[in-house]
């Protein structure tokens, strides 16, 4: 553990406006505790960036961004690139949740441009990746989960691999209050780690922040964080309320 920070993450997917947005980081002042041993980000929508940053600022949450554009400007309507991130002093964006890929086609393709795009920008990117239900019961998680690892970090060099985090979110334990064993979930962590050590090396690999999605709530929250590999967590609906997220950053420190 020491050789990598412990990174709990909220994504709010499309939830929160700008107002609750500053309610819900009133509410977290009262709650946070003092000393965190993790680093802490919420993830929120592109329009409220902004505000966000300015309600997270004494609490010591960072901000990130649900997505970004792999080009860096021009005729892409609706589109933000990792550049405007960074003019926001955005230190964080997601790239390839399931949801994304599932309901605005992102291919694997572009999830690396995205990437490398972030990357390029100086913006760590938080690499989704996860099987189906489907593919688990067909036995061939692993080899996916290699697959779509290999395919999001081609051509991210070995100096830039640090600053990068995986997460691993089963698409079966997304949303759905059902989560993978911690035992389940730190195996393809574990997996995860030695597909990085095999582009990588030992070095790198061990420097990488694998992080576990999928229903993390403060009831396993513990548990999971316990696992060797699983440095981390990708929080949805428990980040959007006060209480749940604190108890989850609690269970990391
Ligand atoms: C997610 O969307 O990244 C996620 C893990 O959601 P939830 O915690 O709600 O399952």
Not at 28 to 46: G, H, N, Q, S
Not at 199 to 224: D, F, H, K, W
Request: with cysteine.
């Amino acid at each position: 553990r020491r050789y990598r920070k412990t990174v709990i993450a909220g994504n709010w997917k499309m939830n929160m406006t700008a107002s609750e947005t500053k309610k819900f980081a009133e509410e977290m002042k009262k709650v946070m505790p003092r000393a965190k041993w993790c680093d802490t980000l919420i993830c929120v929508p592109a329009c409220n960036l902004q505000a966000a940053t300015r309600a997270f600022k004494d609490l010591r949450i960072a901000v990130g961004a649900e997505n970004v554009y792999y080009e860096a400007k021009g005729a892409y309507t609706g589109e933000i690139s990792a550049e405007m991130l960074k003019d926001l002093s955005i230190k964080y964006a997601i790239v390839g949740h399931s949801e994304r890929r599932e309901y605005f086609g992102e291919t694997d393709e572009i999830v690396n441009k995205k990437a490398l795009a972030a990357l390029e920008a100086g913006i760590t990117p938080i690499v989704c990746v996860g099987e189906s239900l489907a593919q688990r019961e067909m036995g061939v998680t692993n080899e996916w989960i290699a697959l779509q690892v290999k395919a999001a970090l081609a051509g991210v060099p070995a100096e830039k691999m640090r600053r990068v985090i995986v997460a691993y979110e089963p698409i079966w334990a997304i949303g759905t209050g059902k989560t993978a064993t911690s035992e389940q979930a730190g195996e393809v962590c574990t997996l995860i780690r030695a597909t990085i050590r095999s582009l990588y090396g030992a070095r790198v690999a061990r420097s990488v922040t694998i992080q576990y999605g999928g229903s993390m709530n403060p009831t396993n929250a513990q548990e999971l964080l316990a696992q060797p590999d699983i440095d981390g967590g990708l929080i949805g609906g428990a980040s959007l309320k006060p209480e749940q997220f604190v108890a989850i950053i609690n269970a990391a420190n």
